[in-house]
């Protein structure tokens, strides 16, 4: 808004006050607008998780700072372009917190080390992994009746479709889809 426009709507305002109405607009411009962030944070993707039982976990935690320093010799000497910065024990195991996503090469030189450190509780120690999310999927505006065989939609359709489709190649399904009518008189469904 610019100064004739303000002294046009405030005859009587004095020139100063003039200044510091245009200051409060022009400032109340330039913030910008706060979004509330959606989404809870999950497990970075920057942690290894190595699953074993409370006991050889709480055994490797007694040692960590010589196992990081291990761990990354083993990795600086195979050129990889990732180090380990800490190790914490979790309730599924130990988490290796690193600089970068591990690679499954990193996988496997980082599963090698564990496993030889263990000795004696090797057998109670599975393979590394990289966390992972679950989400879920809702699909709306989809026929509830199937035309081309005059039956209600089910949820393996959705399966094979899923399945045939791209974009869904590295999404593993936990269960089974559920296939809900929008409303009982609609020919709709979620």
């Known amino acids: 808004m610019n100064t004739l426009k303000i002294k046009e709507m405030f005859p009587k305002l004095q020139n100063h006050k003039i200044d510091q109405v245009q200051k409060i607009i022009n400032s109340s411009k330039s913030k910008p607008k706060l979004y509330i962030n959606m989404?809870?944070?999950?497990?970075?993707h920057k942690q290894i998780i190595v699953p074993m039982n409370k006991e050889a976990a709480n055994m490797y935690i007694k040692d960590a700072s010589f196992h990081i320093s291990n761990i990354n010799c083993i990795l600086k000497s195979i050129k990889l372009n990732i180090l380990a910065d800490f190790i914490y024990v979790n309730d599924k195991g130990i988490i290796i917190?690193?600089?970068n996503v591990a690679s499954p090469s990193d996988l496997q030189e980082i599963k090698k080390y564990?496993?030889?450190s263990l000795l004696n509780n090797g057998d109670q120690f599975f393979s590394p992994q990289l966390s992972q999310s679950k989400s879920y999927l809702k699909i709306v505006e989809i026929p509830f009746l199937n035309e081309q065989l005059n039956t209600c939609i089910?949820?393996?359709d959705i399966e094979k479709i899923l399945k045939n489709n791209h974009i869904?190649?590295?999404i593993i399904l936990i269960s089974r889809p559920r296939v809900i009518k929008v409303s009982p008189k609609s020919d709709m469904a979620i």
């Open 168 to 170: 869904f190649n590295n």
């Open 114 to 116: 564990i496993k030889n």
């Open 154 to 156: 089910l949820p393996e």
């Open 97 to 99: 917190s690193t600089n």
């Open 39 to 44: 989404t809870t944070k999950g497990p970075s």
